[in-house]
């Protein structure tokens, strides 16, 4: 788990771009979306390694775009977003 908000933000623990269809699968604590981008797969994971889906809790309609400049964090920081998938866009992972 990172320490603080301010290390994710500044992306201390590394960061990983991610501009094209495949599974990102790793723990991560922050998505800044590059360009209006449409999500495939978001989902998190706890400390007992249980996977759970929250695309429908982070984007109120999965079939349009986030728009760029957006920023994505787990609404539970226990919880990182684990498996990532675009359809199409681009974004940044923060990863620990």
Do not use: C, H
Not at 19 to 40: K, P, W
Not at 42 to 56: F, G, Q, R
Request: hydrophobic residues 40%.
């Amino acid at each position: 788990m990172a320490n603080s908000y301010g290390e994710i933000l500044t992306a201390r623990g590394g960061s990983f771009i991610l501009n094209d269809t495949s599974l990102y699968t790793g723990r991560v604590y922050a998505i800044a979306v590059l360009e209006d981008t449409i999500f495939d797969t978001l989902e998190s994971i706890d400390t007992n390694d249980v996977v759970e889906n929250v695309l429908p809790n982070q984007i109120a309609d999965p079939l349009t775009g986030v728009k760029a400049g957006a920023l994505l964090t787990p609404l539970d920081i226990n919880k990182p977003f684990y498996n990532i998938g675009l359809t199409s866009g681009s974004v940044t992972l923060v990863l620990k």
